[in-house]
């Protein structure tokens, strides 16, 4: 699970929705450095989520109030009521956590999320087994091998489904699913029609019965917009709810090239038909002759354009690859940092702690009730925790630049990443141009052919078909 809040979201070159002197933020989880105006870091995210857990412990939020301006008061300047109180099952420990949370001074709560996680952790191995703790378990996480990779293969059974829906659908063609099928502004290459034990693409169909043939051309592809591609959701046909999402399928190919192919070959079959009885017109021939090789660069241009867009989903994925390795680099950075600030924050707490012990002694020694020895081993203590204390602030600052250096290294890698995919795109963006610009060069031949045809095809069938 993941808890996102964007807050007050801006809208780059737009006014600003807020003010001056204003508090944004839902009162029941707002901390108090809001309310105050002062400092603000990623300890105010403890704070809140501090109250979202005490609120599903114990069905409350943790202040009682009349009214909102009340409840904001409250956060600033009362403790929060124990979640014993209101739920008396709640362990101590448990307790003692969100109170943690809830603190008014940031400096007492969890100094990051690293930290927070940390200790969420060793509380539950205080309280018992993870399936207490609602899957937090980790080896829940080993059986199922889904949420560890973050693959979401497609089922078979999903492929043989979606086939079955769609031949339902009316499509008398066969379709052929893959398992990921490539898509493009304008879907994918769509498998070929159905065909007779010779190879020839079956145009002609018998009717039962009249007994004649029925001329069956493809009707030329529209390039106003019916070749894009076509979403089926899994579920609306049945499928398991976590299944992957849903599949881009269009049967049609780049600006139907696939269908230009299919009439072409219909027209070229109907046309042998023909001249088996009559020689074709020398305009049918040149009109075919032109089809034909402006068919060919259709389909040329189809396969460089796709060559482009696996290009562009390969450094995509590339790029995705790198995102996830760094990001994984920056994290485990980022919790060596926070550890080292934990130990940080620790001996700063000593040195001061030994420093006050150290003047007591002093003191004592001035007044006759002490010795020089106590305030000299003090002394020694106190120079060792400060030797540690140079050598943990070293150690902060060695992985502070580390973390800098990851997050620039980042930033490049995403602002080169957004150039050569700019440049990819911009291509296969004149790449499409061309293809409907080809296209659409097939349609008039085409359709000159088709009307010679139709002008001629016999009413009876020939003999011996």
Request: glycine share 6%; charged share 30%; aromatic share 6%.
């Amino acid at each position: 699970m993941k808890l996102l809040d964007f807050g007050i979201a801006k809208i780059l070159d737009a006014p600003s929705l807020t003010g001056s002197q204003q508090i944004f933020g839902t009162p029941g989880y707002i901390a108090p450095e809001y309310i105050q105006s002062t400092e603000i870091d990623g300890r105010a995210d403890i704070y809140s989520l501090g109250c979202i857990l005490y609120e599903l412990t114990t069905g409350a939020l943790p202040f009682d109030y009349e009214y909102p301006g009340d409840l904001l008061v409250k956060h600033v300047t009362e403790p929060p009521i124990p979640p014993s109180t209101r739920n008396p099952e709640i362990d101590p420990a448990v307790e003692e956590f969100l109170l943690r949370c809830l603190e008014k001074d940031p400096e007492k709560r969890f100094r990051d999320a690293f930290h927070f996680i940390a200790e969420l952790k060793l509380l539950r191995e205080r309280l018992g087994p993870g399936d207490s703790w609602g899957g937090m378990d980790e080896r829940s996480r080993e059986s199922n091998p889904h949420r560890q990779s973050g693959e979401r293969p497609v089922p078979k059974s999903m492929l043989n489904s979606l086939a079955q829906a769609i031949e339902r659908a009316g499509d008398a063609e066969p379709v052929s699913v893959r398992n990921r099928p490539m898509t493009t502004p304008y879907g994918a290459v769509r498998p070929p029609v159905d065909t007779l034990p010779d190879g020839l693409p079956r145009i002609f169909e018998v009717a039962p019965e009249a007994q004649e043939p029925e001329l069956i051309i493809p009707t030329p592809p529209a390039l106003d917009g019916d070749l894009t591609p076509q979403a089926i959701d899994a579920s609306s046909i049945g499928l398991p709810e976590d299944d992957p999402t849903p599949l881009q399928i269009n049967r049609d190919g780049l600006v139907g090239a696939v269908r230009w192919r299919h009439r072409y070959d219909a027209l070229r079959t109907a046309l042998d038909e023909l001249e088996a009885r009559e020689t074709s017109p020398a305009e049918v021939d040149h009109a075919m002759a032109f089809a034909a090789r402006t068919l060919g660069e259709l389909e040329e241009s189809v396969e460089n354009s796709q060559a482009y867009q696996e290009a562009v989903e390969a450094l995509h994925d590339r790029a995705k690859d790198f995102r996830s390795t760094l990001g994984r680099a920056m994290d485990q950075v980022a919790a060596r940092l926070s550890n080292e600030r934990g130990a940080f924050d620790g001996f700063v707490k000593r040195r001061n702690s030994l420093r006050a012990e150290r003047e007591v002694a002093r003191v004592k020694v001035k007044r006759g009730a002490g010795s020089e020895g106590e305030a000299d081993a003090l002394l020694w203590e106190l120079a060792a925790v400060e030797q540690q204390l140079r050598a943990a602030g070293l150690k902060c600052d060695k992985l502070e630049a580390q973390l800098a250096d990851l997050a620039t290294e980042l930033e490049d890698h995403n602002e080169t990443f957004e150039t050569e995919r700019g440049q990819l795109v911009q291509v296969l963006d004149s790449q499409m141009l061309r293809l409907e610009v080809t296209a659409n060069a097939l349609r008039r031949p085409l359709e000159d052919v088709e009307a010679h045809i139709r002008n001629v095809w016999p009413s009876r069938p020939p003999a011996g078909i």
